[in-house]
């Protein structure tokens, strides 16, 4: 069965993807992801950079995933440290992610203007 990897938004914790396992149950097992300083990684320092919580949490993958195929999902924050993650991964040895899921996110070649309001 693949595993689906989720990786929370910033604020969020593993917990929010409960629910999902249930709802997967048939098609993949769904495996949340706790960032450092959040839920049941509380007592842990948060990672500095978007980057530093993909490198700690790309390392937790590829044993977790003993060789089975898996996708990642990320959503707003965590669609870009799900991103960050699949480079990571694939920058090693480690196999890959089948798919790489984001959403809440505009996509990492469109610069983002979270400076301007609609009535500017």
Same mark, same amino acid.
């Given at each position: 069965?693949?595993? =689906?990897?989720?990786?929370?938004?910033?604020?969020?914790?593993?917990?929010?993807?409960?629910?999902?396992?249930?709802?997967?149950?048939? +098609?993949?097992?769904?495996?949340?992801l706790e960032l450092a300083?959040?839920?049941?990684?509380?007592?842990?320092?948060?990672?500095?950079?978007?980057?530093?919580?993909?490198? +700690?949490?790309?390392?937790?993958?590829?044993?977790?995933?003993?060789?089975?195929?898996?996708? =990642?999902?990320?959503?707003?924050?965590?669609?870009?440290?799900?991103?960050?993650?699949?480079?990571?991964?694939?920058d090693s040895a480690s +196999?890959?992610?089948?798919?790489?899921?984001?959403?809440?996110?505009?996509?990492?070649?469109?610069?983002?203007?979270?400076?301007?309001?609609?009535w500017s």
């Amino acid at each position: 069965m693949t595993l =689906l990897f989720c990786v929370p938004y910033a604020g969020g914790s593993a917990r929010v993807y409960r629910g999902w396992q249930e709802w997967f149950a048939n +098609d993949a097992e769904v495996v949340p992801l706790e960032l450092a300083g959040r839920g049941t990684r509380s007592a842990e320092p948060v990672a500095p950079s978007v980057r530093a919580a993909a490198m +700690d949490l790309a390392r937790r993958v590829p044993e977790r995933a003993a060789g089975r195929p898996y996708i =990642l999902f990320g959503h707003s924050m965590g669609s870009l440290i799900a991103y960050e993650m699949a480079a990571i991964i694939e920058d090693s040895a480690s +196999d890959g992610p089948c798919l790489v899921v984001v959403s809440g996110r505009n996509p990492p070649q469109t610069r983002a203007n979270w400076g301007m309001t609609l009535w500017s």
